[in-house]
């Protein structure tokens, strides 16, 4: 089960990690595609923060402690902060690389669950997956990948 607890503490940094850059580009985004943006970047902070609460609960359900500080989601995230200043469409690629990222690990969490005959985690990595697919077709989209 540690490997388990540990894959979503991994989740639960990465998603925090995730709000905080994505307020970031909400306040910092420039140029012609602003509002669109602007509101996009808010509609993803708001379901980070979903997420993050999701997982610590899932976690806590199952006998895990979830990290809980900003120090801790640092040390435990496979994120990374962005504190350069980037155009809208860095601010779009690099959140493409983050949810590619988040999409692999969470494939990983759910064959943890699977393993471990955790149907509920499983399904919230499965879920989760889903939307990622989504949003990383839009992102590359935008990109016009």
């Known amino acids: 089960m540690e490997k388990l607890y540990s894959a979503l503490n991994v989740q639960i940094s990465n998603w925090s990690v995730l709000y905080t850059k994505l307020h970031r580009y909400h306040w910092y985004v420039k140029g012609p595609n602003f509002f669109a943006l602007h509101a996009k970047f808010e509609e993803l902070y708001n379901e980070a923060a979903n ?3 999701e997982a610590a609960e899932r976690l806590l359900a199952i ?3 979830p990290v809980s500080t900003m120090q801790e989601y640092l040390n ?3 994120l990374t902060e962005d504190t350069a200043p980037a ?3 860095e601010m ?3 959140l493409a690389a983050d949810y590619t990222q988040l999409k692999k690990e969470l494939e990983d969490l759910a064959s943890l669950a699977a393993e471990q005959n955790d149907d509920l985690t499983n399904d919230f990595a499965v879920g989760l997956m889903a ?3 989504t949003h990383i077709w839009m992102f ?5 990948e």
Do not use: E, I, P
Request: charged share 15%.
């Open 140 to 144: 590359n989209a935008y990109l016009g």
């Open 131 to 133: 939307a990622l697919d």
């Open 92 to 94: 779009v690629a690099n």
């Open 63 to 65: 006998g895990g402690k």
């Open 76 to 78: 435990t995230s496979t």
């Open 51 to 53: 997420v993050v609460d």
């Open 87 to 89: 155009t809208a469409s």
